[in-house]
């Protein structure tokens, strides 16, 4: 009986071990189950210095080769291999020498060996960035996000009814693959108040609540969204998302605002972004004007606009850079190849800054020969003196002749932070030009020139070289390339994500093969195409993915599909979410009556101003504070998705906070100001905070509440503060 104990012991852990070699890849498995457990284990004594027995446990063509006594392992037959007969402690080989290894550990190189051995092609940094081995694997070439985009027909489905769109014709055939069925369509107020706060930021006001319950006609809803389209604060709502992913601050330093080294003229580009949503720029364009804006040729001679949007490569957080100048020169270039990467390509095209990338097939050589382009680039005056930081680059905003009539005239000059062709002026990198592989990232040990160009994964080996400036155009064209298999497709995931609250590929930053796979890859890659043939319109995008049966389905979902989907992968409901930091500051001003709708400038250090948040001065240092608390963007690195958490802090602000006081001081006045009778106030309150009428029971509880409080201002703020603080005002159905 304990023999077969522990024969079902061991089986149980060997069923484990399959189960996540199945789960990932091969390469995978690997990767996070067998390497680490050679590595800890094994390469102290088999390693590539003195191995003992002659055998090293370093490579697959090591494994196979073998030692004093043979081959290690023979592909696929773990019966046959020594390594499985040294761990499992055999009669004449026990390895490890010192102690057993588990029998988690056997079942995965049991498993290894079984699975053929995998062992991702990843060549020692060091020796591929010096003698230029690098080498992309088959499997590595057919990985999804590197393929073309597919154009797909949607799929047929039994259920043509409930399908308004191809959107929710892709979406339905994964549910009834499975045998689910999606949820029930929201009732007019949940998606009026849903589809407000997406595009808007902003609850709907009660007016638009009862003209919207008013219409019956055809095209009632698309009506709603086009004039939700229109408004300005849907270019601030959507130019806040675009912030996330751009590390946006006002200042670098609460110790420096406004000073040579800051980003004094930040706002700009913030005001930039809004203004391009508003303005539905095509995407091709937004992308180009951000990273080569000031290149672009403009009508007037001057691109303004162009300048201001290269804000987006002057906004990165590369530390002060006091003493060493060539490493801060090194990690203002690895900051741009970063958010370029991340925010374009859904690549993390930075992991080989010191060596090749572990898991995507990304080589040193491409990472500088990308460098390349932006150490070329300069968003520095200068790089400094050693005892302090180096000053921005400001760039004026008029031509060089009226600058010098404005300075003669002592009016002021708009400048902006952004950047210019050729390196940082007075340093080691002045002027365009490629650069060298950093051997484990450090600029005093360089290996071979790096001519710039595009990763080679998406752009081939044989690419025409740079011939002219810093490279930052051709880049910019280069990714606007209509074929080309990631712009597209990651735009359209973040805009769906945004709208779900979950993206098709639920690691919006992340297309590599740490990334998770495309729950709907086929309407992923209808959506890009969709979107490339619309002109890169992100407002045809939404109009597309608003006016589908997917978007407008109810937060309640039917049970049998809750059960087989909790994570709703399949997307057979809406997610309820809770509002972000700005929306909620947001919509407590705008319940009150007190909100500022005035547009761009310089931002405002005042919490208690009445501006929109995204006005509000962000400071990288200041991690304390309304922001930081509620969840706001980390203005330290890119942010593809917010956290949520949910911690006392935050109750206690809305329970004591100033700000919120005045909100449910001003709210109270709003609500006494409607007559006479407390029945109508609290049906008025419910609507402008909830979007819905109260219940009888919510009634008798309101009247009773003020008649203990008493009925007057007092008795009303406190009673506001408590329909402020209630969930149903922080969360959309």
Known sequence: MARLGLLSLLSCFFAATIARAETFSADDFFEREVRPLLVEHCQKCHGDNKPKGGLRLTSRDWVLKGGDNGPAAVAGKPQDSLLIQAVRYGDTLQMPPKRKLSDRQIATLTRWVQLGLPWPQRIDSAAAEENGTFQIAYDQRCFWSFQPMKAVLPPQVRDTAWAKSDIDRFILAGLEAKGLRSAKQAEKRMLLRRVTFDLTGLPPAPQEMEAFLRDDKPGAFARVVERLLASPAYGERWGRHWLDLVRYTDSFDARGIGGEMDCADAWRYRDWVVQAFNGDLPYDKFVTDQIAGDLVPSPGGLNRDGIIATGFLALGNWGGGDADKEKLLT?????????????????????????????????????????????????????????????????????????????????????????????VPGSPHAGTHDVRIHIRGRYDRLGPLAPR???????????????????????????????????????????WQQHFGEGIVRTPSNFGKLGRPPTHPELLDWLALEFVRSGWSIKQMHRLILSSATYQQSSEAMAETLKSDPDNLLFGRMNRRRLEAEALRDSMLAVSGRLDRASGGPAVRDFAAPRRTLYLTTIRSDRSGF???????????????????????????LMNNPFVLAQTQALAKRLLAIGTNDLARIEHAYVLLYGRPPTAEEVGIGLDFLHRAGAGERGWEEYGQALLCANEFSYVD
């Open 627 to 653: 922001g930081p608390l509620f969840d706001a963007a980390d203005p330290t690195a890119p942010v593809d998705k917010r956290t949520v958490s949910t911690v006392a802090p935050q109750a206690l602000f």
């Open 453 to 495: 160009r595009f990763p080679e994964i998406l752009a081939g080996r044989e690419q025409k070289p740079i011939a002219s400036g810093s490279g930052r155009l051709d880049l910019a064209r280069w990714l606007t390339r209509p074929d080309h298999p990631l712009t597209a497709r990651v735009m359209v995931n973040r805009i």
């Open 331 to 423: 990690d203002i270039a690895d900051d741009q190849v970063d958010v370029v990467s991340r925010t374009f390509l859904g690549l993390t095209v930075a992991c080989a800054r010191c060596h090749d990338h572990k898991f995507d097939p990304i080589s040193t050589a491409d990472y500088y020969a990308l460098a390349g382009i932006f150490f070329s680039t300069h968003i520095l005056a200068n790089v400094g003196p050693k005892t302090n930081g180096p000053p921005m680059l400001r760039i004026p905003l008029v031509p060089s002749a009226e600058v010098e009539a404005l300075k003669k005239t002592k009016k002021p000059i708009p400048y902006a932070n952004g950047a210019q062709d050729g390196g």
